[in-house]
């Protein structure tokens, strides 16, 4: 087996567990819908910009529902320190983080899907007019949270207040990503044209993925190991 | 060529040495009970050898690698206190999985086989959530030894096992040795590990103090294994 298909073991197996369990993804959408639902009593949606509002709305949603998800990533390992029998295995270490990510990756898309039906009925929006771009910014954005939540995921499993620590760790890291998303979806639901402005945020997107993944993959094994 | 070697090893967690300048050597073949008191290091010793804990002096070589060497970690078979399987899995998909973590290609037949021999096949579609402890560990026992690896480390094995599960990892273990594997396993049960073992390996706060062939001696009185220690002033 090579790395790619241990990576794709793990995000299996831990999607497995979490279609069975539900733990994360229930957690993820109720709070992603009570944000929205409570949100939409604040706004005036009828004389505000509803999709304006939901752009950024959305994505501070994604990030902490995210981070619902992000602790359960590893946290799974805990109990009888499957994290031990991993470790000890020929697994890569990238792929462990790898695996966790796609995994959470999966999990938050369907957050995201459900989410904005959600926001489409709340703030009475239509979010289907440019369907394809917006899919490509929630997969680029997406993948971006779920590789930095995989690492923190990594660095705070073993600290009590990971819950606490993880949120913390990650948010700061995330502003670039979570701007470039804003900026994307907010000119994707307007149905604004995209212009070499907008435009330079989903470069943004790509540059964070490819960083982060890069920086997961190296660091992998020394993170895990300490 | 040593199955283990390890020349000089220190371990510390912060500044106290869990490990304290050992060195050892098991040929192929062999069986070494790692025997010691509550905190002499034996788990340290266990996870440095399967690579899970960083060592900060001296060298390791597992069959013939690096200890972290993914070569090593394949013919590896690590149980350690945590039994390393997953509660919300069936004990098939478990050994599913682990099977393929590990590289081996294990088709239906192999896995049932494996539920078959730990006695686990009339629950192998259960979660393990719903297993004693004793079915965990064996189910714990199959994904160690289930992908045939070169070198067992086992950190008590013989926990919450019943009699007849202590006879079943007794023939695991003497079919595995027959094959020519390699195991180190710590243990307080003295007993049942020198009725398997060929080397008897004393740790005392992290020092290695006695290392030695196991005796016909020992096996027919274990209180010999007292008098050692007592000899070497371990407390």
Redesign the interface.
């Given at each position: 087996?090579n790395g790619l298909s241990?990576a794709w073991?793990i995000a299996r197996?831990d999607l497995?567990?979490e279609f069975?369990?539900k733990e994360s993804l229930n957690a993820a959408g109720a709070f992603a819908i009570v944000i929205l639902l409570l949100f939409s009593f604040a706004f005036d949606t009828a004389s505000d910009e509803p999709a304006e509002l939901a752009g950024k709305l959305l994505w501070l949603v994604f990030a902490f529902a995210g981070a619902l998800i992000f602790n359960r990533g590893f946290a799974r390992e805990m109990?009888?320190?499957?994290l031990?029998?991993?470790?000890?295995?020929?697994?890569?270490a990238a792929s462990l983080v790898v695996g966790k990510a796609f995994a959470s990756f999966v999990l938050l898309l369907i957050v995201e899907a459900v989410s904005l039906f959600a926001c489409g009925i709340f703030y009475n929006m239509n979010w289907t007019r440019r369907l394809p771009a917006l899919f490509i910014v929630f997969v680029l954005a997406t993948w971006g949270l779920s590789i930095v939540g995989a690492v923190f995921g990594a660095l705070t499993v073993n600290l009590r207040l990971r819950e606490l620590m993880l949120p913390v760790l990650i948010y700061p890291l995330m502003i670039p990503l979570l701007t470039g998303a804003i900026e994307l979806t907010g000119a994707l639901l307007t149905n604004q044209p995209l212009t070499p402005d907008v435009l330079l945020w989903g470069r943004v997107l790509i540059v964070f993925d490819v960083v982060f993944t890069s920086l997961a993959i190296l660091l992998a094994?020394a993170i895990l190991?300490? | 060529m040593a199955v283990i070697a390890l020349d000089d090893v220190w371990k510390f967690f912060g500044n106290f040495p869990a490990l304290k300048q050992v060195t050892l050597g098991l040929e192929p073949g062999s069986c070494c009970a790692l025997l010691g008191r509550n905190g002499a290091g034996k788990t340290t010793l266990l996870r440095v050898l399967a690579g899970l804990s960083p060592f900060q002096r001296g060298s390791i070589e597992v069959l013939g690698s690096k200890v972290r060497s993914a070569e090593a970690r394949r013919q590896t078979g690590f149980l350690g206190h945590g039994i390393g399987v997953y509660e919300d899995l069936t004990a098939r998909e478990n050994l599913r999985f682990f099977g393929r973590a590990a590289g081996a290609k294990l088709d239906e037949t192999a896995l049932n086989r494996w539920l078959k021999r730990v006695d686990l096949a009339r629950v192998a579609d259960s979660p393990v959530r719903q297993f004693s402890r004793g079915m965990r560990q064996r189910l714990a026992l199959a994904r160690t030894f289930q992908h045939e690896p070169q070198l067992f480390l086992l950190d008590e094995p013989f926990t919450s096992l019943d009699d007849r599960s202590i006879a079943m990892l007794g023939e695991l273990l003497g079919e595995a040795q027959a094959r020519g594997a390699t195991m180190v396993l710590s243990t307080h049960q003295i007993r049942e590990a020198l009725a398997i073992a060929s080397h008897v390996a004393l740790l005392d706060q992290g020092q290695l103090r006695y290392f030695a062939r196991r005796t016909d001696e020992m096996v027919e009185d274990p209180r010999t294994l007292y008098r050692i220690r007592e000899e070497l002033g371990i407390l």
């Open positions: 087996m241990y073991a197996k497995a567990v069975r369990t109990p009888n320190e499957c031990d029998a991993l470790m000890a295995s020929p697994i890569p094994e190991l300490n | -």
